[in-house]
């Protein structure tokens, strides 16, 4: 006993100790389910998981030949580039005029943090109620303007950008207020003698507080990223994909496929499998990026 604990006495070994649970959480909730995801990819497996076909990469196949999983793929794209340019730059500008630490401030930083404590659900619901084409309160209020019944949530080409705006909404906040916190840790010198050269608030943005923060940027970037290409809930609340699957994005897709009446584990899987290899391109390009600049 006395010559395990000396073992576990030096701080390099101890920190395993405190490390274990959240590693143990990690291998049952993500290590396992990614494992098995990739094994079920070369099966062809239904929901009960009561027989198992090897297929092998016949998957893959179909699913590159699947109109409905290229149009996932597009809707997806579409989606982040419409949401994470005006996350990841808007949250920036909102953040640079709520950095000083007053009461008006404060108040806008709990704000703007709201939505972001609220239940995905919660605020699909809240959304869908406010747009609804009869008894929504937009709708109603532009329609008492003159302006016509507009169905936000069920006319193609616009509902795509209705939804990224509600995904934009809930989670603009925790990207402002990691922001400020990067930017209250810009030293205060550097403005003071910007401001004695006659840098005005804007040259001290571009040329102070914006290279200050590049790695809190390429942060927001690469998670706001890798979030935007996973949209599931907000879509699956307010629209589940509609009108006509323009804004099923794909695990949306992958969802219905693996949980539907006609449901294919093995083929949901290797859509997913799909779409982490995506993923992890995007992220890897990112962070070599990232450290190229730096």
Known sequence: MKAIMRYWNKPSRCAYVFLMPSIILLIMFNVLPLAAAFGLSLFDVPITMNSAKFVG????TEAFHDDRFLNSLKVTAVFTLIEVPFQVIGA?????FITKNNFRNKLLRAIYFLPVICSATAVGIMWKMILHSNIGFITAT????GLGKINFLNTPGLTIFVVSFISLWRSFGISAIIYVTAIQQVSASLYEAAEMDGAGKV???FHITAPSIRPTFWYILMTRFAGALQIFDIIYITTNGGPNYTTES???YIYSRAFSSASSMGYASAMSVILFVIIMVVTVF???RMNREE
Do not use: C, G, H, W
Request: charged share 10%; no cysteine; glycine share 0%.
């Open 286 to 288: 990112m962070y070599r």
């Open 142 to 145: 532009l329609q008492s303007m």
């Open 250 to 252: 794909t695990v949306t």
């Open 57 to 60: 990469l016949a998957n893959f």
């Open 203 to 205: 040259k001290q943005f």
């Open 92 to 96: 920036l500008v909102i953040a640079s």
